[in-house]
């Protein structure tokens, strides 16, 4: 359990400077830009998912955490939340190196998961801007998610982002501790035995184990293949949908927990559909 603790509070630290980062930012947006700049910033998200793609390959959990409060407060659109969550890499790169998976594997898993991410945040967007008719977004949801986290933010912009990135550390802290120890008692061979052999369960079950909120489920799945248990397709299934704290994140933030399942279940079901026809096309074979 003292590994547990140590675990959970390591991968909390990391996400500190992308928390109180992402915050400033925010505040800065709310207090000190005119509309008009706010509308361009939102308008910009168009061309959010290619970015978001690109920055979720990075090899670390910290974009996904900060992509969460981006959505809450509306300066980033589904689309773009829904690719970085997606090509999120976590704590596979460091594994497969460690491991020394060849590179070329390694790059073309990353393009996998690169291009799903992209193609699933564009084809989002625009089905919710045909839905909505290119409604515009909600201009007052930085404000009404500043005063729902009671930041004063009139005082000082640099407390307001201190504060807030405290509270959601722990937060954090403490959702973690709990998965982590559940993770602890059932025991990765437990989890290993649900998607070992299983063409068709396999996509479901490790995309499953990819929605656990902290980077446990990316070096389960990542360990599971490299001892050849699950296939390539498998493990990318679940690597979707492990998209770190950000879900954790988004549904600290976003009070509208409809919206908050919806999201979840897209991002399963991208996971578990993509695991499938990659497995159909015989990934494997190319990778």
């Not at 073309?108 to 967007?125: E, N, Q, R, S, T």
């Not at 602890?184 to 989890?191: A, K, Q, S």
């Amino acid at each position: 359990m003292l590994e547990v603790l140590f675990d959970t509070l390591m991968d909390g630290i990391k996400l500190l400077p992308f928390l109180f980062v992402t915050y400033f930012i925010m505040e800065y947006l709310e207090h000190k830009t005119s509309q008009k700049a706010k509308t361009v910033i939102t308008k910009s998200g168009r061309f959010g998912p290619l970015l978001g793609g690109a920055l979720g390959i990075v090899p670390q959990c910290g974009f996904s955490a900060a992509s969460a409060s981006l959505y809450a407060g509306k300066i980033i659109t589904l689309g773009t939340l829904i690719a970085i969550f997606l090509s999120t890499s976590d704590e596979m790169i460091p594994i497969l190196i460690s491991e020394a998976a060849p590179l070329p594997i390694i790059l073309k898993i990353l393009l996998v998961k690169f291009i799903i991410g992209v193609i699933a945040g564009f084809v989002i967007d625009f089905i919710i801007r045909i839905i909505k008719k290119e409604k515009t977004q909600d201009s007052h949801a930085i404000h009404a998610l500043c005063k729902q986290e009671h930041c004063h933010c009139e005082n000082s912009i640099l407390m307001s982002s201190i504060k807030h990135t405290l509270s959601i550390f722990v937060f954090i802290l403490i959702i973690s501790l709990l998965f982590n120890g559940m993770i602890y008692f059932i025991g990765e061979d437990t989890l290993a035995n649900f998607v070992q052999n299983k063409p068709i369960l396999g996509p479901m079950f490790a995309s499953l184990i990819g929605l656990i909120p902290n980077c446990a489920s990316s070096v389960i799945l990542t360990k599971l293949f490299l001892s050849n248990v699950i296939g390539v397709s498998t493990m990318i299934a679940g690597l979707l949908t492990g998209a770190g704290a950000g879900v954790l994140i988004l549904f600290r933030v976003n009070k509208n927990w409809k919206e908050n399942l919806s999201i979840l279940f897209i991002l399963y079901s991208i996971g578990v559909i993509s695991g499938i026809l990659l497995e159909l096309i015989g990934l494997s074979n190319f990778i």
